[in-house]
């Protein structure tokens, strides 16, 4: 089951270099290039050496419910251990609380590397980090001082506590209480469920953050306060159990390493929490986190096209079946057959194109944290374009893997479907890609200013443009496909813009997929044509992988933007008189 994992170590860094900003000046924010190519190297050996080997085993027997907590997989908690010595927890963290303080671009580069090489062994680390974020964030002083040092160095670990059993995306119908103490902490009480590494046996401390409703809150989402809940309370120098009990994990498709759990808070005694933030204001300091944690999944979605890909190409240069035709005819594997190429080359163009977007997003989110308005919007805007594209291909990637596999791919034995499996619920977590399309087309469109949004599209255009004016004829082609493709996104946000001008609410609704699909398409092959435009006249392998994707993406994916442009023109009619047949 175990492959040979070569991290995309120099396409990474190539593009962090030449179409980002970060390898520049430190004192502007930038980063050494032999430092991020250092990071990137041990991050990708970490990876290939340590997880690739460990996945397989972690899916076959992954965490457990022993009757009074979880215990991890064989093998997990040695990775875990290494995680954190090596000093990977923090490095995007502030280095006042004992991190590194590097960018999120290189972080978003790493992230990719240990998902491909075992997205649940890595989950538990994306919460960690999304929760210090929050505290340092919306937290009192005298909360950061007690719980982001033990979380930055790994000591302890963090979770999101939203989820209940009738409240999933709709957070309004939150039953969780919180009830005042009189001493600044609260009585937290209630059941929740789906929190990613809930409990475990891999540190000391869980750190739990919990969305819950004071005694005077009002009804909804506008009435929720978030609470740190620890697993045990840090006091008189020790830790204090503080009766929050793991009562069950969930038997899942995927992620075997992850364990899924019940939560019960304050089931016979309490479980003291306090408060993030102001009363009544938990959803707002709880979408630092959620933002965080979508940027996170879109990487997971970029590892699993990459884990895909890969582990496909060896099966497929491997495998003997059939004659091939073709400029691979020669190949003795299943390789040279042009359906498996273009299955293969459809894998790695969505990891390259996915690549783009998360290094375009993480880039952006550092200028915005540097106080540019214009990056902000960006990253507003890419949150998410990346959160669907890449988790919706590293689905489709996962699929196309067990196809080339052909019956050996449904077989436990070589391991492909473990990629879709693991997949699978990344378009869900996080909030569903489906509330992604809404909140880019309702809130994303509606709010951030029209110029921000022209001068995206216009660098898509840009980036046709000076592809089409290439001396090769390939990549030429790629640019006259792309100025077509940014003209019918041009034409749909008009149309958008239309529905919500004349308050087509449904008509916005119906098409918001689609929406978000087309401009999905349109951001990666742009990304794809700015690496192999500053990639031009370079002939390393990773250079001319750029041109080889850019060019695929443009000749077939990007044929979608324009059925998609019909859908969108539909708007609300997409069903017609159709949409109560489906109570028939």
């Known amino acids: 089951m175990s492959w040979n994992y070569t991290p995309p170590v120099e396409d990474a860094l190539f593009y962090l270099e030449h179409c980002t900003s970060l390898i520049g000046d430190e004192a ?21 050496e340590i997880l690739v080997p460990l996945n397989g085993e972690l899916d076959q027997n992954g965490a457990r419910h022993d009757g009074s907590g979880v215990i991890t ?36 580069a790493a992230l990719e590397f240990w998902h491909t090489g075992s997205l649940g062994f890595v989950m538990g680390n994306l919460l960690t980090v999304g929760a210090a974020e929050t505290i340092e964030a919306h937290a009192s002083e005298e909360l950061q001082q007690t719980y982001l040092p033990p979380l930055v160095s790994g000591q302890w670990t963090a979770t999101m506590a939203l989820t209940e059993p009738a409240s999933g995306s709709d957070l309004g119908g939150v039953k969780t209480k919180a009830v005042p103490l009189g001493d600044e902490s609260y009585a937290v009480s209630g059941t929740k469920i789906f929190i990613s590494y809930g409990d475990h046996d891999l540190a000391e401390n869980i750190v739990h953050l919990v969305l819950a409703r004071l005694p005077d809150a009002p009804d909804g989402s506008r009435g929720l306060s978030l609470f740190v809940v620890p697993k045990n309370v840090p006091e008189n120098g020790g830790l204090t159990p503080n009766n929050v009990k793991c009562v069950g994990i969930e038997e899942k498709v995927g992620l075997h390493a992850s364990p899924t759990c019940v939560m019960q808070f304050g089931e016979g005694g309490d479980s003291r929490g306090w408060l993030i933030g102001q009363p009544h204001k938990g959803l707002m300091a709880m979408f630092t986190m959620m933002n965080n944690a979508r940027m996170a999944v879109a990487t ?44 293969l080359l459809t894998m790695r163009a969505l990891a390259s194109a996915g690549r783009c977007i998360t290094l375009e997003l993480g880039d952006a989110i550092d200028q915005a944290r540097a106080g540019n308005a214009s990056a902000q919007a960006k990253a507003d805007l890419l949150t998410p374009v990346a959160k669907a594209f890449c988790t919706d291909s590293g689905i489709q990637s996962g699929s196309l893997g067990i196809q080339i596999h052909g019956g050996m791919g449904v077989v436990e034995e070589t391991g492909i479907s473990q990629v879709w499996r693991d997949a699978r619920v990344t378009t869900i977590y996080e909030g569903t890609n ?54 019918a996104l041009e034409r749909s946000q008009i149309k958008i813009a239309e529905y919500r001008l004349s308050n087509r609410g449904l008509a916005s609704q119906s098409i918001a997929t689609a929406a978000l699909r087309q401009f999905s398409l349109v951001a990666g092959c742009a990304y794809l044509g700015k690496v192999t435009l500053a990639a031009k006249g370079q002939t390393a392998p990773h250079h001319r992988r750029f041109r080889t994707d850019l060019c695929f993406f443009a000749n077939t994916l990007l044929s979608e933007v324009f059925a998609l442009e019909q859908v969108i023109a539909c708007g609300e009619g997409i069903l017609g008189d159709l949409h109560e047949e489906l109570l028939l």
């Open 300 to 343: 997971q979605g970029v590892g699993a096209s990459e884990w895909a890909f890969q582990k496909s190409l060896e099966f497929a240069k491997e495998r003997k079946q059939g004659k091939g035709s073709g400029p691979l005819a020669h190949e003795p594997g299943i390789i040279a057959h042009p359906d498996v190429q273009n299955m």
């Open 73 to 108: 997989g064989p093998g997990h908690k040695a990775a875990f251990d290494k995680f954190i010595e090596d000093g990977w927890v923090g490095l995007n963290l502030p280095e006042k609380w004992g991190g590194q303080g590097l960018p999120s671009a290189l972080y978003s």
């Open 28 to 48: 502007e924010g930038g980063v050494d290039r032999d430092l991020a190519q250092a990071i990137l190297t041990e991050a990708g050996r970490y990876a290939s």
């Open 434 to 487: 489906g509330i992604q399309a809404l909140d880019f087309v309702g809130r994303k469109l509606a709010i951030i200013p029209d110029e921000e949004i022209i001068g995206l599209v216009r660098s898509f255009s840009d980036v046709a443009k000076d592809l089409s004016q290439s001396d090769t004829e390939v990549v030429a082609r790629a640019g006259r496909q792309l100025t077509d493709a940014v003209a």
